[in-house]
């Protein structure tokens, strides 16, 4: 599960252009989106083309990509669940 | 800038049907032209409102004889230019002095797509011949050069209010005296790069679009091109046209709140009807019917019919959505609802919308029939991609 | 109309954007384009807006928000950008995606940058300016319909108004035009090397003592030669400028369309008024008449501190009125008048 959380943050910084951020700069818990990280709904996007593409995880609808993808404590959560 | 701006004639060609009589029996008979693509090369499972006919039909229609590679962008907005001079009896040296104003998102991108495709495989292509018409600014010129029109010309891309702005643009080089007579409008191809931008998205609805119903899911594309012709008193006078509607009021805002989505509140929509009433000098109440964006996404109509809301309150006016029928268009929407709304005026109608099953419940439901009633001033709305809001008012002369 | 120029910033191929350096030393252009100079943005764009951004939207935020703050200006009236290709290298890559990934998942930001008007949505979303926001695509007269539009806004009373032109260019896009025999010899830098960069003023209706001004702008499609000269002839006339009036011609031309536009029009200007030929600087491109303001704008502004410029020996003193003249592919040609 830490192996899967670094993952992410690696892939995640990498997708979504966060220069000057390392996996060290966002905690497990942190939010994502609004006030945390400071995503938005487009980043929101680039999140479900990457579980897609990486973790072969389908999101239809981008309601429910809200709830999963609230820290990488929640994306690390659901992805494990499905596998 | 007291000048007045007339309306003298129009050109439109959609999934409705190549003309403006086809376009308005189908919204009169309800008929949607929603459908899987026939011409459209795609993978997507996905219905589009596309223009019933190949490239050498469209060829033809245009009385291009044949001529190959031209971009379907190119050849609708022939088309219906060369409705819009018929309708209006613009002459050959009329066009000599008349403008031209085209808005389009796309350009010539469904013939470029394949042949960048090749490229991208090794294979060898005409360069010239694929790409030159890639740009936007290519159909404007195809056209004016096909048609003989030799005034000013100007192309518009500001997304879905494209052909909006094209027309506004026109009432403003009309009322600086820089013009008296401009065909204004827009026209999009379907093309593979739209709708999978649009699927990327998540915003396309893989059945019927259904704007303003509580449980749309999303937005169809569609194709088309539509131009009016615009034209000051005296021009219209001096040779004895008629005036079919007027341009009264027209206003453009920046959403500024996020680089595709709408603002929650519907802010810059709310400022674009404003400052288009503060131009036509109308009060809420004076409105007879409203062709609304309605793309049909849950953003979209959430945020148009709040800001319809603040501005009309409890006395909301018949509005429908007319995409239900087209799809979205993209930069001819702006033109082709705005032929929409000079029809509703000359035939005295209301333009329904389709597939409202259950209405939202933060406002009042669309109109869904074609019925008579008394209709004097029509609001038209065009909302795009980068917060670009556009709202034109048309009314009876 | 007059529309005074209160300020104008530009990134180009060479060193224009650093203005205490500006043009002090000429950059040999490498590869097969003129690449942009670009300013290292950090300072100029918050890191947390940067990171989706193209580098046309780079450039022209850049510029835009130096224009700005020279004007002093925080919120403009209008946004008006005139582009001829908009956001290729975004449209290039979400095309990429779609063919190479024969139409499967794809990620939308490429699709949502590549818009034409995301140059200037952008823009208005930075500044949070709710105004007026227009885009124009019309070939090489992409920014001419954009300063057109803003001296109507500018009549109707609207100030401050930010207007721009933008192009980019990249190694796939090149080779694209290269095939389509839109470039000369890659490695001659005559003027017909294809460019990119942005050029933003600020534009108002106040006059102001030393502030440049576009006296006037006219555009033709497709004509003669010697429709061209009566063209200018009336221009000039309808300005009540004389041919001898004008300082400098700034002029769009190069070696590799000798098409007798650019001839005829120094044949009628004495042999002694000083020509620029500006596309050595920015490059061949849609919107390369708006650098050509931005030059000329320049010149008229701060005519001492263009010493320091490699342009120097060039420049007559003082120069008092610019014509420019350019043509794209001899389809688009414009006449701008600038003074001050």
């Known amino acids: 599960m830490e192996n ?6 690696v892939e995640i910084i990498e997708l979504l252009n966060l220069e000057e951020m390392t996996p060290a700069d966002i905690a497990n818990d942190e939010i994502l989106f609004g006030e945390g990280l400071g995503l938005d709904s487009i980043d929101a996007l680039e999140l479900i083309v990457l579980l897609e593409k990486n973790y072969k995880l389908k999101i239809e609808n981008p309601e429910e990509g809200k709830k999963i993808f609230r820290s990488i404590n929640t994306i690390a959560e659901f992805i494990e669940s499905k596998q | 800038m007291s000048k007045r701006v007339f309306i003298s004639g129009y050109g439109i060609i ?162 600086s005296s820089q013009l008296d007579c401009v065909i204004a409008g827009g026209t999009d191809a379907l093309s593979m790069f739209t709708l999978n931008g649009f699927n990327s998205l998540k915003i396309l609805d893989s059945e019927w679009c259904r704007p303003f119903d509580q449980n749309r899911m999303g937005l169809n594309l569609g194709e088309g091109a539509a131009f009016l012709v615009l034209e000051s008193e005296e021009h219209l006078k001096a040779r004895n046209g008629k005036a079919l509607a007027e341009l009264i009021g027209y206003g453009n805002a920046n959403d500024a709140y996020h680089q595709t989505a709408s603002s929650p509140d519907g802010k810059g929509a709310f400022n674009a009807i404003k400052t288009a009433m503060e131009v036509a000098a109308v009060k809420p109440e004076q409105i007879s019917y409203i062709n609304a964006h309605g793309t049909g996404t849950a953003n979209n109509d959430q945020s148009e019919s709040l800001a319809l809301q603040t501005i ?86 | 109309m007059r529309a005074y120029i209160k300020s104008t910033s530009a990134i180009c191929a060479q060193q224009t954007f650093d203005k205490s350096e500006y043009l002090a030393e000429y950059i040999a252009p490498e590869g097969q384009y003129l690449k942009a100079t670009e300013p290292p943005y950090r300072g100029i764009i918050d890191p947390k807006q940067i990171r989706r951004m193209s580098r046309i939207i780079k450039m022209s935020v850049a510029t835009a928000h130096q224009a700005l703050a020279e004007a002093e200006v925080q919120v403009p009236e209008a946004i008006i950008v005139g582009t001829g290709l908009g956001c290729i290298e975004d449209t290039i890559k979400f095309l990429k995606d779609i063919i190479e990934g024969e139409e499967g998942i794809l990620s939308p930001t490429a699709f949502i940058q590549s ?95 030393g502030r440049p001004y576009l006296q006037d702008i006219s555009v033709s499609n497709h004509i003669t030669a010697e429709q061209l000269e009566k063209s200018l002839n009336s221009f000039l006339a309808k300005n009540k400028v004389d041919a001898s009036d004008v300082d400098l011609l700034l002029m769009g031309s190069n070696e590799f369309e000798k098409d007798g536009f650019y001839e005829k029009i120094a044949s009628l200007f004495a042999d002694n008024t000083p020509q620029l030929d500006f596309k050595k600087i920015c490059g061949e491109h849609f919107t390369a008449s708006g650098f050509a303001m931005h030059l000329g704008t320049m010149i008229l502004q701060d005519q001492v501190s263009l010493n320091n410029s490699y342009l120097a020996p060039q420049l007559k003193r003082p120069v008092r009125k610019i014509l420019i003249y350019n043509h794209y592919k001899a389809m688009n040609h414009t006449f701008m008048l600038l003074s001050i």
């Open chain 1, 4 to 9: 899967l959380k670094e993952k992410l943050k």
């Open chain 2, 14 to 175: 959609s999934a409705l049907g190549f003309d403006a009589g086809q376009n308005r029996n189908a919204l009169k008979n309800l008929k949607p032209g929603i459908g899987k693509p026939n011409f459209l090369k795609t993978r997507q499972e996905v219905v589009v409102g596309e223009v019933d006919a190949s490239n050498e039909q469209l060829t033809d229609m245009a009385a291009l004889n044949g001529a190959s590679n031209i971009s379907r962008t190119a050849l609708l907005g022939l088309i219906a230019t060369k409705e819009a001079i018929q309708m209006a009896g613009l002459n050959k040296d009329t066009l000599i002095g008349t403008g031209l104003l085209n808005g389009t998102s796309v350009g010539g991108m469904d013939i470029s797509e394949r042949a960048f495709g090749k490229v991208l495989n090794g294979q060898s292509v005409d360069y010239k011949a694929s790409f030159a018409g890639h740009d936007c600014g290519h159909s404007t010129q195809f056209i004016v050069e096909n048609l003989g029109v030799k005034g000013y010309n100007g192309t518009i891309s500001t997304a879905c209010s494209s052909s909006a702005n094209t027309l506004m643009h026109g009432a403003n080089l009309i009322k």
């Open chain 2, 312 to 397: 009309f309150g409890k006395n909301m006016p018949p509005y429908s959505s007319t995409k239900a029928f087209t799809g979205h268009t993209l930069g001819a929407a702006g033109g082709i609802e705005a032929v929409f709304s000079v029809m509703a005026i000359e035939q005295q109608v209301l333009l329904p919308s389709l597939n409202v099953k259950q209405p939202m419940d933060i406002i009042a439901a669309p109109n869904k029939e074609y019925k008579s009633a008394k209709v004097e001033t029509v609001l038209s709305n065009s909302f795009g991609f980068g917060g670009n809001c556009s709202s034109l008012i048309f009314a009876q002369v």
């Open chain 3, 115 to 209: 818009t034409h008007n995301t140059i200037a949505g952008q823009i208005a979303l930075l500044l949070q300016c709710p105004n007026y926001n227009f885009t124009y695509a019309n070939r090489g007269h992409s920014f001419e319909n954009s300063v057109i539009d803003a001296r109507i806004q500018l009549s109707e009373g609207k100030d401050n108004i930010l207007v721009g032109a933008a192009e980019e260019m990249n190694l796939q896009a090149f080779e694209i035009m290269y095939n389509m025999g839109c470039t000369g010899d890659r490695n001659k830098n005559d003027g017909s090397a294809l460019g990119e960069g942005a050029s933003f003023f600020v534009l108002t209706n106040e006059q102001k003592e």
